[in-house]
Nanobody, 125 residues
Framework: VQLQASGGGLVQAGGSLRVSCAASGRAFMTYYIGWFRQAPGKEREFVAAISWSGSTTKYADSVKGRFTISRDNAKKTAYLQMNSLKADDTAIYYC???????????????????WGQGTLVTVSS
């Protein structure tokens, strides 16, 4: 599967933005989807994940209550709605897809088989 992240941009602190992850391939609905981010000079970190059916979601503590992950399997697209954005949310946001995950958990890089190219989100304070 190939993933294309989009929707990043410049937003003021306190504002909202939705980033999307469009997938190619026929098996999108069987993949677990995750969002990660990498800020300048920092390691990539987990943001959110959603199961194939959308019934299970997981969030990093830093975004819980502000971000919402969702997916539309018919459109082969996953979304990350980001509200109450802070300057600390500035990063390149990556989406990833996992078929089975192996022994890892969805908050770990190693869980995922495929990665998109990233979209830049800049929050001005």
């Amino acid at each position: 599967v190939q993933l294309q992240a989009s929707g990043g941009g410049l937003v003021q602190a306190g504002g909202s933005l939705r980033v999307s992850c469009a997938a190619s391939g026929r098996a999108f609905m069987t993949y677990y989807i995750g969002w990660f981010r990498q800020a300048p000079g920092k390691e990539r970190e987990f943001v959110a994940a959603i199961s194939w059916s959308g019934s299970t979601t997981k969030y990093a503590d830093s975004v819980k209550g502000r971000f919402t992950i969702s997916r539309d399997n018919a459109k082969k697209t996953a979304y990350l709605q980001m509200n109450s954005l802070k300057a600390d949310d500035t990063a390149i946001y990556y989406c990833a897809a996992a078929q089975s995950g192996g022994l890892a958990t969805p908050d770990r890089d190693s869980y995922y088989d495929y990665w998109g190219q990233g979209t830049l989100v800049t929050v001005s304070s």
